[in-house]
């Protein structure tokens, strides 16, 4: 069992920044490929980047493309969201996510997710 437990949401102004943190309790975590995801009021969860391992491959949803940075430090078993020139329709709850395959993480069926942490952008 992988827990999964997000930090560094908030509020903030757009153009801002933010760096969402997410630690697992598993010390095979750098086995994981790590996702976020996010979930706006209404709306459905949608796929936001995953990091295979660290410095390894990366992808991100055309969304957030140019402007989110994932990345990971396996030391630490902390993957990161790096949230740059932030847009009020990013405003979501962010998860993030743990599986093995990538796959897995994209299609959102992954068996491990954190708790959620708030981002909420205003104009």
């Known amino acids: 069992q992988v827990r999964l437990v997000e930090s560094g949401g908030g509020l903030v102004q757009a153009g801002d920044s933010l760096r969402l943190s997410c630690a697992a309790s598993?010390?095979?975590?750098?086995?994981?490929?790590m996702g976020w995801f996010r979930q706006a009021p209404g709306k459905e969860r949608e796929f936001v980047a995953y990091n295979v391992r660290s410095g390894g491959q990366t992808y991100y949803a055309d969304s957030v493309k140019g402007r989110f940075t994932v990345s990971r430090d396996n030391a630490k078993n902390t993957v990161y969201l790096q949230m740059n020139g932030l847009k009020p329709e990013d405003t979501a709850v962010y998860y993030c996510?743990?599986?093995?395959?990538?796959?897995?993480?994209?299609?959102?069926?992954?068996?491990?997710w954190g708790q959620g942490t708030q981002v909420t952008v205003s104009s």
């Open positions: 996510t743990a599986a093995v395959l990538t796959s897995t993480v994209v299609a959102g069926r992954s068996p491990y």
């Open positions: 598993d010390r095979t975590f750098s086995s994981y490929v």
